[in-house]
């Protein structure tokens, strides 16, 4: 295993595609078509050439399969951000951070928008959001944090991190995965809703029955940057116990670093897999972040190596 940080010097470009890509949650088309353009330009430098899955059936979803899989790898292609509301009012998109004077961007029908974020506290110490811009905004336009890239040193820090990091994983890992299915889901920052259809999908039509979720954590008194990728043994939901010691006695042996996670909140694309009426297990493996939801979301390139390693030794060993 590589376990060092120049497989992502080499990607960085891919990483800050990503980023620049406007898919907050309700509006992931972009990153799917993303997603669909990126594979016809790859894949044929890829072990096996996937299945593309997608159609009015899946919504914005896409789903790459490869070979006979066994598991499924869930990604979530939607970020945080704003809704515009009326008079300059902006309402979340998810939970962003919201700080007076981060920048946003987005466009409606009049043209692009760059624009700064204002917070006011009104007499009863709630905190309400706005807009600074030089017209007013159609009402229903989305705005997302503006990209601010920055590879420096051991670090890259940028908007979106979460989840573009978690796609990243998946296009590393289709390079040589044989047999296995990649799941691009959507609205997974705001309520989620799609991965219940999705696990029928690959329950029913594929026999699939355990699932791993790429997707970032945090950095926490427990959970370190530059000790590795965080395997999670609980968050607001808890996976069946049997599964996540099978997957960290393979951790064990792949020689990748690691570290275990346990929070009592926060959820992710399993929390929908464990509520679905699929007897589907589900882990969650993601290389922590700090400055969560913000314009400066910040993590460790050997922990991002480290997730991509781990992906790809246990989608050949589980």
């Known amino acids: 295993?590589?376990?060092?940080?120049?497989?992502?010097?080499?990607?960085?470009?891919?990483?800050?595609?990503?980023?620049?890509?406007?898919?907050?949650?309700?509006?992931?088309?972009?990153?799917?078509?993303?997603?669909?353009?990126?594979?016809?330009?790859?894949?044929?430098?890829?072990?096996?050439?996937?299945?593309?899955?997608?159609?009015?059936?899946?919504?914005?979803?896409?789903?790459?399969?490869?070979?006979?899989?066994r598991t499924a790898v869930f990604a979530h292609m939607d970020s945080i951000g704003f809704t515009v509301r009326y008079e300059n009012q902006l309402v979340p998109i998810g939970s962003p951070d919201a700080e007076d004077g981060y920048e946003l961007t987005g466009s409606d029908n009049l043209g692009l928008i760059d624009?700064?974020?204002?917070?006011?506290?009104?007499?009863?110490?709630?905190?309400?959001?706005?807009?600074d811009f030089g017209r007013g905004i159609q009402s229903g336009t989305e705005l997302v944090f503006k990209s601010n890239f920055r590879s420096e040193g051991d670090y890259i820090q940028s908007c979106y991190m979460d989840n573009r990091l978690g796609i990243f994983n998946c296009l590393k890992i289709a390079?040589?995965?044989?047999?296995?299915?990649?799941?691009?889901?959507?609205?997974?920052?705001?309520?989620?809703?799609?991965?219940?259809?999705?696990?029928?999908?690959?329950?029913?039509?594929?026999?699939?029955?355990?699932?791993?979720?790429?997707?970032?954590?945090?950095?926490?008194?427990?959970?370190?940057?530059?000790?590795?990728?965080?395997?999670?043994?609980?968050?607001?939901?808890?996976?069946?116990?049997?599964?996540?010691?099978?997957?960290?006695?393979?951790?064990?042996?792949?020689?990748?670093?690691?570290?275990?996670?346990?929070?009592?909140?926060g959820g992710s694309d399993g929390r929908e897999i464990q509520s679905s009426p699929y007897p589907v297990d589900w882990c969650f493996i993601g290389a922590p972040e700090d400055n969560v939801h913000s314009p400066n979301e910040k993590v460790h390139k050997a922990d991002i190596a480290a997730m991509v390693d781990l992906y790809k030794y246990l989608l050949k060993n589980l």
């Open 1 to 69: 295993m590589t376990n060092h940080t120049d497989m992502i010097e080499k990607d960085l470009n891919l990483i800050q595609d990503l980023v620049n890509v406007f898919a907050p949650s309700g509006r992931e088309s972009a990153m799917k078509e993303f997603i669909i353009d990126f594979v016809h330009t790859h894949q044929r430098d890829w072990k096996v050439k996937p299945e593309i899955i997608e159609g009015s059936e899946f919504q914005d979803c896409v789903m790459l399969k490869f070979g006979q899989p």
């Open 115 to 131: 624009c700064k974020l204002v917070t006011k506290e009104d007499e009863m110490g709630r905190n309400h959001l706005f807009y």
């Open 175 to 265: 390079e040589d995965l044989e047999n296995g299915i990649l799941v691009f889901s959507t609205g997974e920052e705001h309520g989620g809703g799609s991965v219940p259809f999705l696990t029928k999908y690959i329950y029913e039509k594929l026999g699939v029955k355990q699932a791993l979720i790429s997707d970032i954590t945090w950095v926490t008194e427990g959970v370190k940057h530059g000790e590795g990728v965080a395997i999670s043994m609980r968050d607001m939901s808890i996976p069946r116990r049997s599964y996540v010691d099978k997957i960290i006695e393979l951790t064990k042996e792949s020689g990748v670093s690691y570290q275990i996670e346990v929070e009592r909140a």
